[in-house]
């Protein structure tokens, strides 16, 4: 079994959408990062960072087998989840390179410009336009190039659909819906982009991805407060 620690974000939902997706059981921990969760001392010794998601495998392979593994950093845990399962990511060759790179350009580009962009936005103690302006301007460019891709090919690693897809849509529906309500001109041109979405989030692993961690599970998680208690 597979313990999931997450929340109601775009980087938690990458996790559950990659359970969804590859078929294995998962148990749900709902970490309420509103409430500080992530600063508990019991989280971060499964998360260094102090950042959800993260799993603990208690069936993981390999030289350890047998001792629970766990395994921080989304790109990470879906690498992990993948060589796993041997599902949305070849072993080797060209695609395998393409789907790390788009797998890497949403770790270092997509999440964190869009997160930065929330951040000045929503949660900065002081307004800054300039701070708005910078991450609202590099997140629209990011999903031109994104845009710029899916014209050449259905998914973003190539022919197939990947773990570069699973980590880029939650990141990208929020992003698009977000510019949608500044100015959807901005987003309205980018086709190929939104065609991709919606094929995205018509799988129903997506769907049921996006739904972790249910209310039932907040609810349970409180009740039991693995953490800040
Ligand atoms: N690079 C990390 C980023 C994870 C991350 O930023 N998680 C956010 C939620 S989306 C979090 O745990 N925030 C809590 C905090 O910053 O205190 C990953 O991809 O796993």
């Keep these: 079994m597979i313990d999931l620690y997450t929340w109601s974000t775009p980087n938690g939902r990458k996790a559950s959408i990659m359970l969804e997706e590859v078929g294995l059981p998962y148990n749900v921990i709902a970490v309420d990062i509103g409430k500080g969760w992530q600063h508990d001392q019991r989280f971060r010794s499964l998360s260094p960072n102090g950042k959800i998601p993260v799993i603990v495998d208690h069936d993981a392979e390999g030289e350890t087998a047998g001792e629970p593994r766990r395994v921080f950093e989304s790109g990470n845990l879906l690498v992990y989840l993948a060589e796993k399962t041997g599902m949305l990511l070849p072993e080797s060759g060209p695609e395998r390179t393409e789907v790390l790179g788009w797998l890497f350009f ?124």
Excluded: C
């Design 106 to 229: 949403q770790m270092a580009h997509l999440g964190p410009m869009v997160g930065q962009w929330h951040w000045f936005k929503n949660a900065a103690p002081e307004k800054s336009e300039v701070g708005i302006r910078r991450y609202r301007d590099e997140s629209l460019r990011l999903l031109q190039v994104m845009d710029g891709r899916l014209k050449k090919m259905p998914w973003l690693g190539g022919k197939n659909y990947s773990i570069a897809d699973v980590a880029s849509y939650a990141w990208t529906k929020s992003a698009v819906e977000e510019h949608r309500e500044i100015d959807n001109r901005a987003v309205a041109s980018l086709h190929s982009l939104l065609d991709w979405l919606k094929r995205v989030g018509d799988r129903p692993a997506v769907k049921r991805g996006m739904e972790i961690p249910t209310d039932e599970q907040k609810k349970e998680s409180a009740e039991r407060a693995p953490f800040g208690s």
